[in-house]
C-alpha cells in the first residue's frame, strides 16, 4: 500500500523559496518513480518534474527548468521539490505521485498514487 503525504507548502514572495516534501508510507519506496505535478483553480493538472527509483535520472518542465529540483532520499522514503526564484505563476496546489512504471512519465493518468495536495502561493 503506497499513502503519500505532502508537506512544505505555503505563502512566499516572488524571488522566494519553497521546499516541498513527500513522505511515503509503502515499504517499496525505491522500486517505483515519483513525480511532481501542479494545478492552479481552472486549469488542469501538470507535470512538473519527474525521479526514477534509484534517483538517478530526473526530467523537468520546461516552466520550471533551472529553478526547481526534484530529489528523493529512499531511506527515508521521501520526494523533495526545492523550489528556488518563485513566481506568481507558480501558485497552485502541488501534488507528488507514485509511478510503478520503469521510465519517467509526465502524464497524470501515468501515475498510480497521489497525494492530497499542499497549497503554494507565490505573491508578486
Excluded: H
Amino acid at each position: 500500500q503506497v499513502q503519500l503525504v505532502e508537506s512544505g507548502g505555503g505563502l512566499v514572495r516572488a524571488g522566494g523559496s519553497l521546499r516541498l516534501s513527500c513522505a511515503d508510507s509503502g515499504r517499496t519506496f525505491s522500486n517505483y518513480a515519483m513525480g511532481w505535478f501542479r494545478q492552479a483553480p481552472g486549469k488542469e493538472r501538470e507535470f512538473v518534474a519527474a525521479i526514477i527509483g534509484s534517483g538517478g535520472i530526473t526530467y523537468y518542465a520546461d516552466s520550471v527548468k533551472g529553478r526547481f529540483t526534484i530529489s528523493r532520499d529512499n531511506a527515508k522514503n521521501t520526494v523533495y521539490l526545492q523550489m528556488n526564484k518563485l513566481k506568481p505563476e507558480d501558485t497552485a496546489v502541488y501534488y507528488c505521485a507514485a509511478d510503478f512504471g520503469v521510465n519517467i512519465a509526465t502524464m497524470p493518468n501515468e501515475y498510480d498514487y497521489w497525494g492530497q495536495g499542499t497549497q503554494v502561493t507565490v505573491s508578486s
